[in-house]
T-cell receptor, first 114, second 108 residues
Framework: DVKVTQSSRYLVKRTGEKVFLECVQD?????MFWYRQDPGLGLRLIYF???????EKGDIPEGYSVSREKKERFSLILESASTNQTSMYLC?????????????FGEGSRLTVL | AQRVTQPEKLLSVFKGAPVELKCNYS??????LFWYVQYSRQRLQLLLR??SRESIKGFTADLNKGETSFHLKKPFAQEEDSAMYYC??????????FGQGTRLTINP
C-alpha cells in the first residue's frame, strides 16, 4: 500500500516561531509537492521538487522554504510563522514522467499560528 | 500558465438525481486533466483522469476542447458521493494546478 506520511497532524505555534513540516514517501517517487488547502481557494502550490536537492517555487512561496536532502523526504519550513499561514498543509508525491499524473497525498498537517 | 476554474463552491442535489460538477481550464498545448476527491476524514485521492476515458464510481468526465471544459457527471447521485471535488490540470509536464474545489452534498 503506497504511503505518504506527514509527521504532524496538528500543530499550534506562536507568531515568529520557526516551523518544520515533514513528509516522507515510500514509493521511490521523484516528484514531491507541498500545497496549502484553504476553503474557497482550493489547493495552492507552495513548492515542489523534481528530485533530490532540486526545488522550484510554486504559486505562493513567500514565507516558506523547503529541503529535499533525501529522495523520500521533503520538508516545508516556515522561517517565522505568521497568523496568515494558519492552514491545512498537504504533501504529495508523484512518479516523474508524462502520463503518470496521479498524485498521492498525505493526510495533511493542520497548522494554527496564534 | 494553465488555470482551472470551478465556478460552484457548493452544490447540493437529491439522491438519485443527476449531478454535474463544472470545470473550465485555460488552454495551453494539449491539456492533461484530472478529478480528485476528498471524502470526509480521508486524504485527497485521484478519482479519474481524462486520458483513461474511464468511469469510476459511476462518474465520467469528457474533455471538450472547444469549450475548454472537463465537467464531472454522474446520472444518479448517491449519498456516499458527498465530498469535496477538485479539478486539476498538469502544467509543464510536472506540477498539477488545482481549481478552487466544489463541495458536493447529496441529500437523502
Amino acid at each position: 500500500d503506497v504511503k505518504v506520511t506527514q509527521s504532524s497532524r496538528y500543530l499550534v505555534k506562536r507568531t515568529g516561531e520557526k516551523v518544520f513540516l515533514e513528509c516522507v514517501q515510500d514509493m521511490d517517487h521523484e516528484n514531491m509537492f507541498w500545497y496549502r488547502q484553504d476553503p474557497g481557494l482550493g489547493l495552492r502550490l507552495i513548492y515542489f521538487s523534481y528530485d533530490v536537492k532540486m526545488k522550484e517555487k510554486g504559486d505562493i512561496p513567500e514565507g516558506y522554504s523547503v529541503s529535499r536532502e533525501k529522495k523520500e523526504r521533503f520538508s516545508l519550513i516556515l522561517e517565522s510563522a505568521s497568523t496568515n499561514q494558519t492552514s491545512m498543509y498537504l504533501c504529495a508525491s508523484r512518479k516523474a514522467g508524462p502520463h503518470t499524473g496521479e498524485l498521492f497525498f498525505g493526510e495533511g498537517s493542520r497548522l494554527t499560528v496564534l | 500558465a494553465q488555470r482551472v476554474t470551478q465556478p460552484e463552491k457548493l452544490l447540493s442535489v437529491f439522491k438519485g438525481a443527476p449531478v454535474e460538477l463544472k470545470c473550465n481550464y485555460s488552454y495551453s498545448g494539449s491539456p492533461e486533466l484530472f478529478w480528485y476527491v476528498q471524502y470526509s476524514r480521508q486524504r485527497l485521492q485521484l478519482l479519474l483522469r481524462h486520458i483513461s476515458r474511464e468511469s469510476i464510481k459511476g462518474f465520467t468526465a469528457d474533455l471538450n476542447k472547444g469549450e475548454t471544459s472537463f465537467h464531472l457527471k454522474k446520472p444518479f447521485a448517491q449519498e456516499e458521493d458527498s465530498a469535496m471535488y477538485y479539478c486539476a490540470v498538469i502544467q509543464g509536464a510536472q506540477k498539477l494546478v488545482f481549481g478552487q474545489g466544489t463541495r458536493l452534498t447529496i441529500n437523502p
